[in-house]
């Protein structure tokens, strides 16, 4: 995840990694992510996509709790090409771009305390390995990590990352996918949330739309409860096609002139795949809701 306006941390590196320090890990806190991952890999399967759960399997190494940083990488780097590299957290968006362009996944390597296993608002270890990690073990997915990177590069200069950021949030953090006729989660920050897991599919609340580009950079999103709207791609091969090879640049000025639309509104050209009734948003709003 990136951020604007922060300063570097001290004992960070010029591009903000940091070393893991796998070993200062406590058995606690290994404990945690065994607890975490055993919970998501008992849920995923038939409702992760299965470019996701295949990729799981990149997780498993020799030792269980945390995953060490290097070995991770060394397998990555064999399937794809990817790194995995420490961060104290937040860093300046420049940076994440460029780290992603050069195949580096930047990961949190705290972990949230055990009374925090349901929700967290900042992205932790397990946020980011378990719920990034095993998609950028698929050769597309990877390339369209990479090549987000080199658009955030892009945007940054046409003064546009805040429409490009919506691409990211509801696509790679939030993204639904069709499978035949089902719909599959395949966004890390519903992968990684055992209740979003649940109500990303489940619940009548939120609405599901078909995947449009540009309708998408103009949608609005919170960051602080279970989405309003989720998009539907068709494939990673089709999401890569419909952003690899176009220029943002014709798009970002006419975004320019449009209004942005609301995290829980549906627009006439929609292909609205299940219309959300809303109700867990308004019930949250009124503060009687469950979570
Ligand atoms: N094609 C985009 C541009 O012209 C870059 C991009 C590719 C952005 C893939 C996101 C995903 O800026
Ligand atoms: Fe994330």
Known sequence: MAASTIERPAGAAEDWT????????TPQEHAVWDELFARQAALLPGRAVKEFTDGLDILRI??????????LSERLMKRTGWQVVAVPGLVPDRLFFEHLANRRFVAGRFIRRPDQLDYLQEPDVFH???GHVPLLAHPVFADYMQAYGEGGL?????????????????????GLMREGPELKIYGAGIVSSHGESLFALDDPSPNRIGFDLKRLMRT???????QQ??????SFDDLLCQTVEMDFAPLYQELKQEEAIEADEIIPQDHVFSRGT??????????DGHG
């Open 62 to 71: 020799a030792k269980p709790g945390i995953p060490n940083f290097e070995e």
């Open 220 to 226: 609005k999103y919170r960051i602080d409860d279970y």
């Open 128 to 130: 980011d390995v378990f």
């Open 229 to 234: 709207s989720y998009f539907v791609i068709d």
């Open 278 to 287: 809303q109700d867990y948003a308004r019930s949250r709003e009124r503060g």
């Open 18 to 25: 940091v070393p893991q320090d796998w070993e200062s890990y």
């Open 154 to 174: 892009r945007a940054d200069g046409l003064g546009a990352i805040e429409n490009l950021a919506r691409l990211y949030w509801y696509t790679v953090e939030f």
